[in-house]
């Protein structure tokens, strides 16, 4: 078994060399992947290159990986920085705390995304961006809005939060 069947709430896979999280439960025959705190299983069929955040990847072929690298939210800043694996063919199974959504960005687009919705992307790599502080930010401190921007023409697969 060379695919992954889901149901259940498990990702449902045969024996084979895999990258992602271990399995729930397992025969000599097959395995079932699954996540107590992100029950919600997504499905991505790569044919392209796809970037995926390392945290939320379920089960994917250890053949599709291409590179690791990380996005920094802040520039410059290694803190709050989000690793992520590129893959390049086959298919990928993402566990997400909700449901996700699959956002297509036109070419002179801009998408910009909570860094902690992020869930995979295709394109160029994000952004990091804060808006600008007001006067009475300084007053009244309040958690920044940092987004992560995308720029098309990309495809962003994005949970809710």
Do not use: H, Q, Y
């Not at 149901?7 to 990258?19: C, E, I, K, N």
């Not at 992100?38 to 990847?57: I, N, Q, W, Y």
């Not at 959504?101 to 998408?111: F, N, Q, S, Y």
């Amino acid at each position: 078994m060379n695919d992954v069947e889901i149901a259940g709430g498990f990702a449902v896979t045969g024996r084979g060399d895999w990258l992602g999280a271990e399995p729930a439960a397992e025969t000599e025959s097959r395995l079932w992947f699954a996540s107590r705190n992100r029950p919600f299983l997504t499905r991505l069929d790569l044919g392209e290159r796809v970037s995926v955040v390392a945290s939320k990847l379920l089960v994917a072929p250890r053949s599709a990986r291409k590179r690791r690298g990380t996005v920094r939210p802040v520039p410059f800043s290694v803190r709050g920085a989000i690793p992520f694996i590129e893959l390049e063919t086959g298919w990928a199974v993402m566990a997400t705390a909700s449901r996700t959504a699959r956002i297509v960005v036109g070419e002179d687009e801009t998408l910009a995304v909570a860094p902690e919705a992020v869930v995979a992307w295709t394109g160029k790599r994000p952004n990091g961006f804060c808006p600008r502080l007001r006067l009475r930010d300084i007053f009244i401190p309040r958690k920044a809005r940092l987004r992560l921007r995308f720029f098309g023409p990309c495809i962003v697969w994005t949970e809710g939060g």
